[in-house]
């Protein structure tokens, strides 16, 4: 797909539809998932960015130099940026139920508030940081390719972190109802 296929994609995302997003340069991943939460966010949905490679304040600053008022989406609760141990490795390790039942509760946090829907953009990193692939593999094949929960929600890889591991880029596909990938992902021909 070309950048602004994945943008208008993105854009036009559905409850239940869990997608994957490779990407091999930051710039890319930014422009894709904020672009996804921004539409979700100004058709009054809520939404979540749960960090990775980028702290917490990154993201924000991102966000708000991408045009995203983020003071008055977070002040009121439409939006909740996120580091990665408070959502997929709360308490010190990850657990798939701990990480489903945590959407769960964002998700009726924000239908009790009266949002329209829920968005999530994850980024993926953190199972290569913490060395948990099989628990990766495992979260994105409870989640399956479609959420059983009317959320949408991006799984942001970077393509780096998959360099020279083929038969977990097929694994990823598999648990997507949708792929996007942005830019040249070195490696994978060789790999898959």
């Excluded at 890319?28 to 539409?39: A, H, I, P, S």
């Excluded at 003071?71 to 489903?100: C, Q, T, W």
């Excluded at 998959?162 to 992902?185: C, D, F, M, Q, W």
Aim: charged share 30%.
């Amino acid at each position: 797909m070309k950048e602004q296929e994945i943008l208008d994609f993105v854009r036009q995302m559905k409850p239940t539809d869990h997608v994957v997003l490779f990407y091999s340069k930051p710039e890319d991943k930014r422009e894709v998932l904020f672009t996804f939460l921004k539409t979700g966010l100004d058709q009054g949905k809520a939404a979540a960015y749960v960090a990775t490679q980028e702290s917490p304040d990154e993201i924000r600053e991102g966000m708000v130099a991408f045009g995203m008022d983020v003071g008055r989406f977070e002040d009121s609760g439409a939006l909740h940026v996120f580091p990665y141990k408070e959502l997929y490795f709360k308490g010190g390790s990850f657990s798939v139920p701990n990480a489903m039942d945590l959407l769960k509760a964002l998700y009726a946090d924000a239908t009790a508030k009266g949002f329209k829907g829920f968005r999530c953009a994850g980024e993926m990193a953190c199972f290569f940081k913490e060395n948990a692939l099989k628990e990766l593999v495992e979260y994105e094949k409870a989640l399956g390719r479609s959420f059983e929960m009317p959320l949408e929600g991006i799984c942001a890889y970077d393509a780096n972190d998959l360099a020279e591991k083929g038969s977990l880029y097929l694994e990823l596909i598999k648990a997507h109802r949708s792929v996007n990938i942005t830019g040249p992902l070195d490696g994978v021909a060789s790999s898959c």
